[in-house]
């Protein structure tokens, strides 16, 4: 069965372009988690959405991360005039409400020069 | 801060058990103990959790002490396919969206 895709699975991005990372959750899964992965470390949490509301950012590193998931389906994480710092792998998460568990996609590496 | 303390590396022969601690001294009362893994180049994949009795599924068993402080997850027999960071996690059932991940142990079966 179908499980999170994300896209593009790379990106590489000059610093200070904007970027646009896409997230397929599992049909019918209500939440959806970003997370982000520095090379050698565990994924820590972004932002989480509940259909299309998105009741925690707390983890957005900056001002420059901003996710949206207007049709409580597809979910777009955009990251302004990218830093070298950003450069890590960004997994996308799903599940179904109050499931105990989210499956994870396979994550895009993005890679700022 | 991650909740949990994990040695950073581990290895073990194929086709024997391995055996992945995991202390958690700070633990709750209504806190479940979770396992994933990654695998190189994929996101964490879910492997068990359980409350404070012990957990059996297809993938592995989780052992939990009877005081809670600590835990273990045993693959019975290892492949090399499980080669992969293991992350313990602690979390509420009703919170898990904002898993708390920290370092895991990196795995290595060997041949």
């Known amino acids: 069965g179908a499980g999170v895709s994300q896209s593009p699975r790379y990106k590489v991005a000059k610093r200070g372009q904007d970027v646009a990372l896409r997230c397929d959750p599992i049909?019918?899964?209500?939440?959806l988690f970003w997370y982000q992965q520095a090379l050698g470390q565990g994924p820590e949490f972004l932002t989480y959405?509940?259909?299309?509301?998105?009741?925690?950012k707390s983890g957005l590193p900056s001002d420059r991360f901003f996710a949206e998931r207007p049709e409580g389906s597809v979910s777009t994480l955009k990251i302004q005039r990218t830093q070298q710092e950003d450069s890590a792998v960004y997994l996308c998460?799903?599940?179904?409400?109050?499931?105990?568990?989210?499956?994870f996609g396979p994550g895009t590496r993005l890679t700022v020069l | 801060d991650a909740k949990t303390t994990q040695p950073p590396s581990m290895d073990c022969a194929e086709g024997r058990a391995a055996n992945l601690p995991c202390n958690h001294s700070t633990i709750s009362g209504n806190e479940y103990v979770y396992w994933y893994r990654q695998i190189h180049s994929q996101g964490p994949q879910y492997i068990i959790h359980?409350?404070?009795n012990n957990e059996t599924n297809e993938m592995a068993s989780l052992i939990i002490t009877e005081d809670r402080k600590s835990s273990t997850l045993i693959l019975p027999h290892a492949t090399l396919r499980d080669t992969a960071v293991y992350y313990c996690?602690?979390?509420?059932?009703?919170?898990?969206?904002?898993?708390?991940f920290g370092s895991g142990t990196r795995l290595l079966v060997r041949p």
């Open positions: 998460a799903s599940s179904l409400n109050r499931q105990p568990h989210p499956f």
């Open positions: 049909s019918g899964h209500v939440s």
């Open positions: 996690i602690v979390d509420r059932m009703d919170s898990s969206y904002k898993l708390i």
């Open positions: 359980g409350l404070k």
């Open positions: 959405f509940q259909n299309e509301a998105q009741l925690d």
